[in-house]
């Protein structure tokens, strides 16, 4: 299209006509539907190399797309199945073009710690010289190799997402490990000389209840015990309910009832040295967190038949959508 010089309109208006491309100003009256490369024997990574964007001191390589995982809340795991890889015959190239460009390769995918070859590619990395950094692991696929890659590659930081702090919750989420996982994948960073920690963790979940957000602050104490000396950071995001999975239709806190169990999980780790994100620790910043997250879910449910009051919340006319005298009636 690009070399056909086409118009805006006649762009849009072809793009439309692809299935599996939605163009909202160009409604076609049929369903969209799914699509997906059943096999990624071409090519995916970075094309535009600039320090101004958020990895931008490494060269991105798609690895995999798909989880196999299907976390009930997560998009991911129930929206991009099956799991595919790309494998490491296939990525020598990128590797070797990639390194020309910049000391870091950045393995990019839902679940990259789920890629059966993921040693064997760190390593390839690490033979030519170059470091390697990944968007996060699941706590139980974490090993020595891997963080000892991390480290001499330049990582200084281990995140992991354990989501919720009690087993009854994890179960009920299909995170599909537990405490014990995430504490062994700590003292196994601590090993490897990671002092930087960051964990995932999300509020608000169904079926929550006062004792699982306690759990959180139990769970962290813990994770400091076996790491007194490191850095240790939160981000606690409120739950948003995704499409497509099985929480779609799960009620969100209130603002108020988000920043009240946001309140206790800090109260239960005064003084023990955690840097805290997601949920700020000014009242005031936690609001416009608590807001932004559930702003988030509006547009993410929307269709064609929002309310002029819900899909004013894609132009940023927050107010419009949640004043209780909004005139279109809708609010949140
Ligand atoms: S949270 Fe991670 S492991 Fe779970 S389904 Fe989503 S991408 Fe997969």
Do not use: N
Request: hydrophobic share 35%; net charge positive.
């Amino acid at each position: 299209m690009l070399r056909a010089g086409l118009s805006r309109e006649e762009t849009l208006s072809t793009l439309a006509r692809i299935p599996g491309i939605y163009v909202p100003t160009h409604p076609t009256g049929r369903p969209v539907v799914r699509r997906r490369s059943a096999d990624l024997s071409f090519p995916t990574a970075s094309v535009v190399l600039t320090p101004e964007s958020e990895f931008g001191d490494a060269f991105l390589i798609e690895i995999a797309r798909g989880c196999g995982f299907g976390c009930r809340f997560c998009l991911a795991g129930h929206l991009t199945r099956p799991p595919r890889y790309r494998f490491l015959e296939q990525l020598r190239p990128q590797i070797a073009a990639g390194l020309c460009r910049r000391r870091r390769i950045g393995l990019v995918g839902a679940a990259v710690s789920d890629h059966p070859e993921l040693e064997a590619i760190a390593q390839t990395i690490r033979e030519q010289r170059g470091g390697f950094t990944l968007a996060s692991l699941r706590a139980d696929q974490v090993t020595p190799g891997l963080l000892e890659g991390l480290r001499s590659g330049g990582t200084r930081t281990l995140t992991l997402a354990p989501e919720v702090g009690s087993a009854r919750l994890a179960a009920m989420v299909g995170k599909g490990f537990g405490a014990e996982e995430v504490l062994r994948a700590v003292e196994m960073a601590r090993s490897a000389g990671l002092r930087r920690l960051k964990l995932y963790f999300m509020l608000g979940l169904p079926a929550e209840e006062e004792e699982d957000v306690r759990a959180i602050a139990a769970f962290v104490r813990e994770v400091r015990r076996r790491i007194p000396d490191g850095v240790l950071s939160l981000s606690i995001a409120p739950f948003v309910p995704k499409p497509h999975t099985p929480f779609q239709w799960a009620a969100q806190l209130s603002i108020a009832e988000t920043l009240r169990r946001q309140e206790m999980v800090k109260e239960g780790l005064r003084m023990k040295r955690v840097e805290l994100s997601g949920c700020a620790c000014s009242g005031r910043r936690c609001g416009r967190s608590a807001s932004r997250w559930r702003r988030r879910a509006c547009p993410g449910r929307g269709y064609r038949g929002c309310s002029p009051g819900e899909t004013s919340v894609w132009s940023g006319c927050w107010r419009r959508w949640s004043h209780p005298r909004c005139p279109d009636g809708a609010g949140p």
